[in-house]
């Protein structure tokens, strides 16, 4: 029995509201997300697998061969519905919250890239630039709706605009697959009540967190406590703290230190809003009030992390021996300083598998076969042992 190798994302995630500065506490809520999977084909597949396994422990044979041909034929037909839908008139409308953000920018052009190999005409794929204005973004919406394109695909600037564009965007009768900012669990909850047409893709940003702090745990308290007081000292420059990615990112780098039993203390956390120039200018900000203490830098991300190292390097301090500095995303640049020893490590943000996920979802709205309410997919935690093959990847 063939079975298509998924992107799948089992996650119980904390959602939490966290405050910005150093000492304020999260407020935590459990959530538990549903299996995110790249369409209902792969469940058909993947439920039959299992039911065919457990009648085979049952010594029922032939009743497993019947399920699992069931199971191929089901996968097959929607599989088949999805990949035999002529795509070459179809339109879709993709908004993204900002042009010049660097992890969008690889995001969109693979997009573009897949829809194209996908069976879309390029003329028929409209991307949008946001520029970080939700009137903006609101407005490019209505012209998708008024054009009548057959999907839509949106990262939002206001996660917490998903409710207004959802009802918009479902009220037209147009499929919706957001990407990268997570609208609330009450908004999803709305999409499986009503058994709407959307969906989101993206990547557990709690898991990238526990990854930059699993980074900096690894290394040891020794080589970490430069000043010697037995705790980590740590400066946290958050993106956008309306995205849940953010949120995520610094509680998570924390937990994991505190999970490892690491006494932390945190001499300064303020909002770069995934910005390289904020970022860099924070952190001068930064070493110049807190000097030597500084022993560990975490960035929401890798263009936050680049503007970091630039102040670091101002200052003369030298990575990897008096000062420690992870990122997120994997940019190239990124890798290069991971490979040069000027970064400690980053998080491969994978914009090829949301990337693809979000078209899949797309494609399978417009064949009729539907899709899960979230997809998800997995980071991967980047050091200098493996930095080299993510470049790869990359470039
Ligand atoms: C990325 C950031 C990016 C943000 C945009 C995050 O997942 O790590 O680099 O700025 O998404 O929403």
Redesign the pocket.
């Known amino acids: 029995m063939k079975k298509k190798v998924i992107c799948t994302l089992l996650a119980s995630a904390m959602v939490a509201t966290m405050l910005t500065g150093c000492g304020d506490k999260a407020t935590e809520t459990d959530t538990t997300k549903t299996e995110g999977t790249d369409d209902k084909a792969d469940d058909a597949a993947d439920d039959a697998t299992d039911d065919a396994t457990d009648d085979a422990t049952d010594a029922a044979d032939d009743d497993a061969t019947d399920a699992a041909d069931a199971a191929d034929d089901a996968a097959d037909d929607a599989a088949g519905d999805a990949a035999s839908t002529d795509l070459s008139d179809k339109t879709v409308g993709v908004c993204i919250?900002q042009f010049s953000?660097?992890?969008?920018t690889l995001f969109r052009g693979e997009l573009e890239n897949y829809l194209i190999e996908k069976g879309f005409a390029k003329e028929n794929i409209k991307i949008v630039d946001g520029a970080n204005d939700q009137a903006t973004q609101s407005g490019q919406i209505d012209n998708f709706i008024t054009e009548g394109v057959d999907v839509m695909i949106v990262?939002p600037v206001n996660s917490s605009s998903a409710e207004t564009i959802t009802d918009k965007v479902v009220g037209a009768g147009i499929p919706l697959v957001y990407i990268?900012?997570e609208p609330d669990e009450a908004e999803e909850k709305r999409w499986e009540e009503n058994n709407w047409d959307v969906t989101y893709v993206g990547c557990d940003?709690s898991q990238s967190g526990t990854f930059q702090g699993e980074m900096i745990v690894d290394l040891g308290l020794d080589k970490v406590d430069l000043n010697g007081n037995g705790k980590i000292d740590y400066v946290m420059i958050e993106?956008?703290p309306e995205?849940v990615?953010a949120q995520l990112r610094t509680e998570y780098s924390i937990k994991a230190l505190e999970d490892a039993g690491l006494e932390v203390n945190c001499l300064d956390d303020q909002v770069g809003n995934?910005d390289q120039a904020t970022a860099q200018q924070l952190v001068a900000n930064s070493l110049s009030q807190h000097g030597a203490d500084v022993e560990v830098v975490f960035c929401?991300?890798?263009?936050m992390a680049l503007g970091a190292l630039q102040s670091i390097e101002t200052e003369g301090r030298k990575v990897g021996e008096d000062i420690f500095l992870v990122g997120?995303?994997a940019l190239s640049e990124a890798l290069e300083n991971v490979l040069g020893g000027k970064m400690t490590g980053t998080v491969f943000?994978d914009h090829f598998a949301q990337s693809h996920s979000a078209a899949d979802a797309a494609i399978n709205f417009i064949a009729g076969t539907g899709n899960d309410k979230y997809i998800g997919c997995d980071y991967v935690k980047v050091t200098q042992d493996n930095a080299q093959s993510i470049l790869d990847m990359v470039k």
């Open positions: 919250y953000d660097n992890f969008m990262n990268n900012r940003a993106g956008d995205n990615d995934w929401n991300n890798d263009a997120v995303d943000n």
